[in-house]
């Protein structure tokens, strides 16, 4: 909702109130402002100026040489090159020095050799947007009324000298979409009254009962319809105070009578339209839904074909109105109506929303019908509109007004105890100062000892229960001025337990390591559920499955990762790295639930680096995998714990698969998934890995140490040891850290040699062995001693022999 600052001082007193002030205060008290907007912020300098002469610029086509009365003693020729210029115009000129929106410098000029000294603007370069501006004047300069002075501000005249309030309203606040429901809020913050607008005309002797009738069958849509006949009416333009704020609020002028309903909507809240009378066709008006398949031709020329859910108003036979969305072409006001039937009608908020959403067509109108109108106001609605149209179109308004009416408003009664009260906002309020914030809110009320017995008008139809009175009173007293206060009792404060703090390490650590996160369901089908499974028991299939592929609960996360690869590769994203955090589910029987385990899966193919400008590419290869697995069993602090063996697998490759142990039991496996998969998945080489993240995440975990960095020199000893081919250099690796003691601080192997110099069957490890001491520097006896334990070790327990 926009509200002009100068246009809500028609109906409360603003002085010593600025709109910035005003702006925080309404906040405060619960309607956010978002902001507030300055209409003629950085203009200076535009007049209105009377265009005395104009000719023919004698070097160009397209441009006019105008002779311009400026206010400012001797006339001024400015080039001007709009179509619309002529002789006796009163226009808006920028004079030399102005400064236009953008900051836009008017200086003299020469255009093709003529003196040009200042600038005929348009509306749009006065700062006013294109959708905003009549359509007359929509290309080429703006005209004046021939009443307005030479030399006045242009800008003031314009009633651009105006600060615009946005408010961004919660659907509950719908009073507030009006200038009215605004002006109630703004004196209830402070504490001023409210001036309700003028209403009154003088009727003819005529009566609108002899013109109009009005029959409603869907009375249930529109209880209430209210028509009043205007004659004689004058169709020109709107007062410029008017046409600004309709452009203030975002509604583009049209004429005099399409811009006064158009008012009344901004001002009251409250939609009306005007049929031309004459284009009618009958003496009715009849409410009706429409039937099935029956066809309008709307404002916007378009044919909409409607169906039983559609409200219309029709002539009797013909429909003439779409309601409480937008009216019929046919009856519409043009520049030759004479007579005016002005509807003011309570349309049920769902059957407009219905027709609005199913045509598309969201009105200004539709949108306060849809969050609903206070019914109160549909009468005055409409003979404030009658005012207006004998004011400003020169109407004579028939006595009386045609009615149909159904319609029983109650006001709504709402109770609430002032203890309740003081409770809720932690206040010690009396019941006078209850009381005082219901009367500047215009609530009626009365008490019962210290019971608040609240007639809250229709207007505000969101306060229904007393929690809502409770609200009103927070606001008005002032969210800043409710006292802060702890919470008693005993409360325990929140944190993530061990395990979910480990998870989210684990989830930052894949994602820091350039995995992206899958989440795939948890339902496979009963071919995939048993594959890749950690632990086999028989598969958990739905009762009443919406397919076959989502039958059956999974044992595994590794297929539907796989799938997700298949699903991108296919769409040429090839180089992928997925992983997920998901529940399995394992039987225990018929009539037992499954125990759920907890599983981190993970799939990657395609390349792992790729360094183009310098011509690198590097594929995933088992170590990618198998190396990103230690990182974060190292996180983890599981690192001594874990150990790798290479193991075979179904559906896995029979030489690039380990299986992983934690303190020496299973806990999942890693590898590349087998040949025939890939080409059943149509993927390139691909590498998954699952684990049981239950069993990871409460692993005991040593406390973490830390070690100084060593003062003294280590000692390095490299081994080449020949053993059989299918001997682990796990296995040796293990031997040789139990058997160098205390000094041995590092071994890794570093070259692996299978060639025709060697024997058959036989393979040689090469292993890096570091020694040190942190507290003195070893001598070559100590390292000798301790290596020569390690050399019989390997020899006694794996059979090795040092190559020569």
Sequence with gaps: MFVSYKWLQDYVDLSGITPTELAEKITKSGIEVEGVEVLNEGIRGVVVGHVLEREQHPNADKLNKCLVDIGEGEPVQIICGAANVDKGQKVAVATVGAVLPGNFKIKKAKLRGEESNGMICSLQEL?????????????????????????????????????????????????????????YEVAAVLGREVKLPETEFAESNEKASDYIRVDIEATEDNPLYI????????????????QGRLMASGIRPHNNVVDITNYILLEYGQPLHAFDYDRLGS?????????D????????EAKRELTSDHLLITNGQEPVALAGVMGGLDSEVQSDTKTVLLESAYFKGATVRKASKDHNLRSEASARFEKGVDPNRVRAAAERAAHLLAKYADGEVLAGSVEANTLKVEPTVVSVTLEKINRVLGLELEIKEVVDIFSRLQFETSTDNNTIIVTVPTRRGDITIEEDLIEEVARLFGYDNLKSTLPIGSATPGHLTAYQNKRRIVRRFLEGAGLNQAITYSLTSGLKATQFALENREPIRLAMPMSEDHSTLRLSIVPQLLSVLKYNSARQNENLAMYEIGDVFLSQGTDELPEQHEH???????LWHSQPWQGEKKPVDFFVVKGILEGLFAKLGLEK????????????????????YLSGSSIGFVGQTHPTVEKEYDLKETYVFELSLKAILEAEVEPLHYQSIPRYPSITRDIALVVDKDKAAGELESIIID??????????????????????????????????????????????KAHDKVLHAVKVKAGAVLRG
């Excluded at 981190?600 to 395609?606: D, M, P, R």
């Design 127 to 183: 700062g006013i947007e294109s959708k905003l501006i009549a359509k007359e004047y929509s290309e080429g300069i703006y005209v004046f009324h021939q009443d307005a002075e030479v030399g006045t501000d242009a800008i003031d005249l314009l009633h651009r000298d105006d600060q615009v309030l946005e408010l961004g309203l919660t659907p509950n606040r719908s009073d507030c979409l009006s200038m009215l429901g605004v002006a």
């Design 227 to 242: 028509a009043k006949m205007i004659k004689n009416v004058k169709i020109m333009p709107s007062p410029l105070w008017m």
């Design 283 to 291: 003496k009715q008006i009849l409410v009706r839904r429409a039937k």
């Design 641 to 660: 714990a874990i150990e790798f063996r290479q193991a075979e697998k179904e559906g896995m490759h029979p030489g690039r698969t380990a299986e992983i």
């Design 293 to 300: 398949g029956e066809i309008i031709q709307t404002l916007d």
């Design 600 to 606: 981190l899966g993970g799939a990657i193919t395609g």
């Design 739 to 784: 058997a160098g003691g205390a000094l041995l601080k590092e071994v890794h192997v570093f070259d692996l040699y299978e060639g025709d110099r060697m024997e058959a069957g036989k393979k040689s490890i090469a292993f890096s062995l570091k020694y040190f001491d942190p507290e003195r520097t070893l001598t070559d006896e100590e390292v000798v």
